[in-house]
């Protein structure tokens, strides 16, 4: 699996190229296992991984300003007139790729990150239709990310207005 990095593409797979990560990982005391993989195949697939965990984590707050670059690309960043990837994003996806190494490595993939419980079945007639409940996980996927991710993640995330009766106040979501 070649991973795509391209910026905005139709075909992007990850935020973070193997190359730039592994000179990172050189340097972080996280990253151990991801280095003792020493198999481009799983690193990448753990990249890819960790891309997707966070485009479902940014999309179910509901708080990322703006929109897709372009609507057919198939990462959820760049946003608005960007053609880049913000350096936080691609450093969360390192630190998330490290995490899911430690998962690896301790037999813990394969268990669900993510609650199913926001898994919904309709049946109308003969039709049954499986879906994602997107109002069911507003904060469910945020939260399943490791603090230190959620942490570089939270700059990206706009606040929100909640009225208070007499005036009104901002609410910002932290790590």
Known sequence: MALVVTPGAVDATS??????????????????????????TVQEALLAMATSDID????????????????????EVPRGGSTSIPPAIVRATQLLAFHLADKLQLGEIGTAIADTSNVKEDTLGPLTTVYFDRKAATIAAYDALPAHVRGLLASLLVATTVGYGYGTGTAVRGS
């Open 56 to 75: 479902a984590a940014l999309c179910s707050t509901d708080r990322l300003a703006g929109r897709k670059a372009d609507a057919a690309q198939a990462l």
């Open 15 to 40: 935020y973070a190229d193997l190359a730039s990560t592994l000179v990172r990982a050189v340097i972080d005391v996280r990253a151990t296992a991801f280095l003792d993989l020493g198999d481009a």
